[in-house]
């Protein structure tokens, strides 16, 4: 079953629905959003995406990170898709919004409404091998050290949540 997208305009007001490969062809705005969850030691939890995603195959990002369904709120989306991306759910909060665009080699290209919400979580993980290849926490310190070194190795968007969850703490 093919999967839509919520196309909205600037201030995220919705627009229509479109299937999501053809809005990612066609790099029209949708509404996304995206999860950091940090544990007790202030690590923060990041992802490898699945190797035969359509885009981003094998980029690490945060721990999730999808679309709203239809008439779903950005808080149930955020708690599905923890359940069925890395098999646990906690307590979530929208921290901040922001809108960007970033083309791909393979011709496709992002343009979303991102949401971000964070949430802590010190148990365990039980990823979705459908979605995610492996899992690990870092702290802040290190993720900077590997950005650094190997910057093309992380999702555009990752590293622009992390410029501007840095910018609010």
């Avoid at 093919?2 to 909205?8: D, G, Q, R, S, T």
């Avoid at 999808?66 to 069925?84: C, I, K, P, V």
Wanted: charged share 30%.
């Amino acid at each position: 079953m093919p999967e839509y997208v919520i196309l909205v305009n600037e201030q995220d007001q919705e627009l229509w629905t479109m299937k999501k490969l053809e809005a990612h062809q066609k790099a029209l705005l949708h509404r996304c959003f995206s999860i950091l969850i940090f544990n007790s030691k202030n690590e923060l939890l990041i992802q490898q995406r699945a190797l035969d995603k359509y885009h981003c195959p094998g980029i690490r990002a945060n721990a999730c990170c999808s679309h709203q369904r239809q008439g779903e709120s950005t808080l149930d989306a955020a708690h599905r898709r923890l359940q069925e991306e890395l098999g646990f759910d906690c307590p979530l909060e929208e921290k901040f919004h922001f809108v960007y665009k970033a083309e791909f080699d393979n011709g496709l290209t992002e343009h979303e409404f991102d949401h971000v919400l964070v949430g802590n979580y010190d148990g365990e993980v039980l990823p979705n091998p459908e979605e995610v290849v492996n899992y690990k926490r870092v702290s802040l310190e290190e993720l900077d050290q590997e950005l650094q070194n190997s910057p093309e190795k992380y999702a555009v968007w990752f590293k622009i949540i992390l410029e501007k969850w840095r910018g609010i703490n």
